[in-house]
Each structure stands twice: as structure tokens, then as C-alpha cells.
């Protein structure tokens, strides 16, 4: 009776160390499962994306999150502030803003306007691109009958050399831009070389601190800009017009990651990850490319 007993004593401690085991080895598997990784390529449909309260709205002045700030996911986005579009109401205006860390672009996607930039008044229309320095308090507004869509860039300049800003506000407009070839890409992508660092020589405005350029291409019907990679920026594409394919991230295998593109759509890369664009066969693209650098990664004299 007392060997039976001892036996089963026996069979319960090794079972019980067994089961101690099992929670051991297989506890971490259980919590990967619940881990979450960062992704490589951000998606945003700017139609689908909800209105949300920022720094500048007012009850007729309406900002939609891209990327950055107020964005669900901020984790990925480290240099990039903040990358939105802002709707104005017809007679409307937003709330004046200036960020001591950070450096802003504008570019006008529909109507016409005006931004309070400090003293001054700067008129808008459609595809024009202003660049706000940090030391400069700024305001939109919309005295038009028809809305006002503008889309804001900002980025992160802590840490960066501080630079006299112009006397004058730095604006263009996109189609005062001629178009180009860059080299290293195929001739079916023309650009508009709207904006670079400030010691660019081949763009229209040369301004940027922590972006090192901003830029239109053109491509034509079965075009593409060829999918490549940055090792020290961040980029972001927001297709205006046509559709096609959107390069984003690619395995092992070196097989890319092809995802269907309209007009509207806006994606974010981080630095390394692979990029691209195919238009479709039958139909001209134009996308609104923007590149900055990732903290840390700043490369003095580096071609863009």
C-alpha cells in the first residue's frame, strides 16, 4: 500500500514538472502572438480618413491625420511631424500656429486662399507650395466661395542647424516648374524638382532642413519611376491622378510588394524600405513625392 502510494506521488511530481515546463517554453510563444512589429509602409486612403481635432481647427477649418500626429500609428513615423490634408469652408479660416521645432510645407491641391505669414499675407491657388520656417507664426484662410484643400507637411528640426529665414515668403507654384529626368530612373517619369535642402542647386526653392526634397513626377501610361530604396530618408507618395501600382516593401525573394493605387491615395516608407510606382497602361499619374531625413541619419553634401 505505502509502494502504491509512493508511486502515484511519483507520477504527480513529474507531471507537475512537466506542466511547469510546458508554461515556461511555451509562455513566450503565447505573448509573440499579442506582440506587435512596426510596418515597414504606411497606407492611408484620404477619403476614407476621418476629420480630427488639431491645432488649427475651427468650426470651419477641418484637418484629416495622414501620418504623424493624431495618426493612429505614430510609432513608424519619426522624423515626419505630421502629413495631412485641411479642408477650409468657403469664407472659413484656421487657427494661427507656429511650432519652434518644426518646419512646414503647404502645397494647395484645389481653390484659392491666403496664409497669415507673420505680418504678411501670401495669396494661394491651386498647386502653389509654400515653405513656413519654424520661427514664423502662420494662419490659412479662405475668403473664396469655393473650399480650400491644402496639404500640410511638417518636420522635426530639433537638433538641426538653425538658418536665417528668408525675408521673403518661399513660394512657387508646381506648373511654373519644367519638368525633368533624374538620373538613375527610366525617361517614362518626368519631374518637377519643386523644393530641396538648403544647399540644393537643382530645385526651384531651396529651403529645407530636414526635408531634402520635394517633388511632382509625371508618369506616363505603363511608366514607372523603377521600385528603389532610401538608406537615410523617410518618403511619402500621394497619388493626385491616374492609377496604378504602388511599390511598397518586398521579401527575401527580392519580389516586391505591389498594391493597386488611385488617385487619393497616400503612403508613407520608412527609411530602407522599398519603393515604386507603376502607372497603368493607359492612363498618366502624377504623384506628390516628399523625402526627409530619419534623425541621425543626416549625410551632409548627399544627393537627393
Known sequence: MIAICHGADSRRHVVGIVALLIVIFCAPLLHANDRKID????????????????????????????????????SVVVGVARYGEVVIDPNGFCGSVQYPDEDQVYVVLEGTGSVKYGDTFVSLKKEDYLYIPSTIAHALSNKSDMQLTVIIMGF????FEKTQPSPQPLKANIEGVPTATVSGHPDSTRYRLLMGDVDSKRDRIAAGRVL???FLMEIAPGGTNFPHHHEREEEIYLVLSGHGVMVAGSGMDGIVGRHPAKAGDAYFFRLN??????????????????RSWYPGMVQIGAEH
Open 273 to 290: 524600405c522599398t519603393v515604386g510606382y507603376y502607372s497603368a497602361a493607359n492612363v498618366k499619374s502624377r504623384i506628390l513625392a516628399v
Open 39 to 74: 510596418p515597414t509602409y504606411l497606407h492611408r486612403d484620404t477619403s476614407a480618413v476621418g476629420e480630427k481635432k488639431s491645432d488649427i481647427t475651427t468650426k470651419t477649418c477641418h484637418y484629416r491625420p495622414l501620418f504623424g500626429q493624431g495618426d493612429s500609428v505614430t
Open 156 to 159: 522635426r528640426t530639433k537638433g
Open 212 to 214: 531634402t526634397s520635394l
